[in-house]
């Protein structure tokens, strides 16, 4: 399985929590390709075992808390939900006495890649061909 991120995978980065310009940035980016993949997979029936499950930031020590702590406040900011899990909650989720503490964020889809591009590779010349214009931090249009 893959996945397809809406938010970044590191929240422990030093400038996670500072640099809620580049956040909001990058989840706008990445929403916006999340829904163009959801829109190939819906218009041409593509079987990829598309799942919109999200994804679990979880701890196993206490600084991992204070990380997902960190973590939750940016997601606050950003205006994101979010939801915890105790120990008991992740260990029936994850089949693991290892962690002890979760962040459930809705975001993710996870999906079978080589699926996804096999069916999109059938399709006629152009059809996956879209491109999009992204301002990036500079203000400069980027074509994606």
């Not at 995978?9 to 940035?25: C, L």
């Not at 041409?44 to 994804?55: A, F, I, L, S």
Request: hydrophobic share 30%; aromatic share 10%; proline share 4%.
């Amino acid at each position: 399985m893959g996945f397809v991120i809406d938010l970044a995978h590191n929240p422990r980065k030093q400038d996670f929590v500072e640099d809620i310009k580049g956040n909001k940035e990058e989840l706008f980016v990445n929403l916006d390709g999340i829904s163009y993949i959801r829109s190939a997979v819906e218009e041409h029936d593509v079987d990829c075992d598309w799942d919109p499950q999200g994804k679990y930031h979880s701890a196993a020590t206490a600084h991992g808390v204070e990380d997902l702590m960190r973590f939750s406040k940016a997601l606050d900011t950003l205006g994101q939900s979010y939801s915890w899990s105790d120990t008991d909650e992740i260990r029936a989720i994850t089949g693991s006495k290892h962690y002890f503490k979760a962040l459930h964020h809705p975001g993710t889809v996870l999906l079978q890649p080589a699926k996804y591009l096999k069916k999109r590779h059938q399709e006629p010349a152009g059809e996956c061909n879209r491109s999009r214009e992204y301002p990036d931090r500079s203000g400069a249009v980027r074509h994606a």
